[in-house]
């Protein structure tokens, strides 16, 4: 690892210190403005004033604001997440069971639309203004127009329903049962991400297509295969790269969504569930692993592009 290189990752890794710092602030206040009294709801309408009191100050929540928001603090940087309200675990113990599975469905939604919009995409640019790149086009509309939400039930209706070829809901018991429930909201999510890649690798490709190092190589008698793949693919890589990383975000936001429609036993339903019973802590923990996993991508992002592109070192 060269030296440019690890001054560009400390460089990301300073701009990230103030980036979690405004998320785990903004939400800490957002979640303490919700109305309604967490305690009161865990313990119920018949609790005592005594009993509601005690929690109260088991949990912090009788001090001020601004004591509490520095208690949290004080508790992230020595490792306590806090502990859930309703469900009475360390927050970190259920996010090590969830997380995985919010990250393997995520990951699986990624990989897809890449796999997918690569080999789209270069078609569709070397085809330019023929049927194929109507068709892939016409595709990649018809996939950003069918949102997870309404494309979730669909293929529940169609391949678990109808045709009984995969599982509805869950995630099994074990590494092959997994796979297979994964398959199906890990194409829902990743269907309008590879309709964006597919459209982004196009345009890369033609822009690079038409840049003179392709036609010296192509002067020079290098074959096609080797022009397209081996020269003009790698360096539209690298906006595509970039965009991937963004995505990345939208598909974990997203994801929320498709866990609830295939009960996904992830994160995103902690979350929902955590807000719905103003649980703070667990909430906090939920929406500050999202983030620090959206730097962490961000980061990656930014070394395979520098891998790829050198001269974005000394951006």
């Not at 990301?12 to 710092?21: G, M």
């Not at 469900?87 to 796999?115: D, F, H, N, S, W």
């Not at 494309?151 to 529940?156: E, F, K, N």
């Amino acid at each position: 690892m060269t030296r440019s290189l690890v001054q560009m990752m400390l460089r990301r890794l300073l701009i990230a210190i103030p980036v979690l710092w405004m998320v785990v602030s903004i939400v800490f206040m957002l979640i303490h403005l919700v109305p309604g009294d967490p305690i009161q709801q865990m313990l119920g309408e018949s609790a005592s004033v005594g009993d509601l009191n005690a929690l109260r100050h088991t949990y912090w929540l009788d001090r001020p604001l601004h004591t509490q928001y520095l208690h949290y603090w004080s508790g992230l940087l020595h490792g306590d997440w806090g502990e859930s309200l309703r469900l009475r675990q360390p927050v970190m113990k259920l996010l090590l069971e969830r997380y995985p599975y919010t990250l393997a469905l995520t990951v699986a939604a990624m990989l897809m639309g890449i796999v997918v919009a690569v080999p789209a995409g270069v078609t569709s640019a070397l085809h330019r203004g023929q049927w194929a790149d109507k068709w892939l086009a016409f595709l990649s509309l018809l996939g950003l127009s069918f949102p997870t939400f309404a494309l979730g039930p669909v293929l529940i209706l169609i391949f678990s329903i109808r045709l009984g070829w995969l599982p509805v809901s869950g995630a099994g018991n074990s590494v092959g049962e997994l796979l297979l429930h994964l398959l199906l909201p890990a194409v829902a999510m990743g269907a309008s991400l590879a309709a964006v890649m597919t459209r982004m690798v196009r345009a890369a490709m033609l822009e690079e297509l038409g840049q003179d190092y392709i036609r010296t190589a192509r002067a020079k008698g290098l074959s096609e295969r080797r022009v397209v793949y081996r020269h003009a693919l790698r360096n539209a890589l690298t906006p595509v790269i970039t965009v991937a990383g963004l995505q990345f975000g939208s598909l974990l936001a997203g994801a929320i969504v498709t866990e609830l429609i295939f009960s996904w036993p992830g994160i995103g339903r902690l979350l929902l569930s955590a807000i719905s019973n103003r649980d703070y802590a667990l909430a906090q923990g939920c929406i500050l692993t999202a983030g620090l996993t959206y730097v962490v991508v961000n980061l990656l992002t930014d070394v395979a592009c520098t891998m790829l592109n050198p001269r974005a070192r000394a951006s």
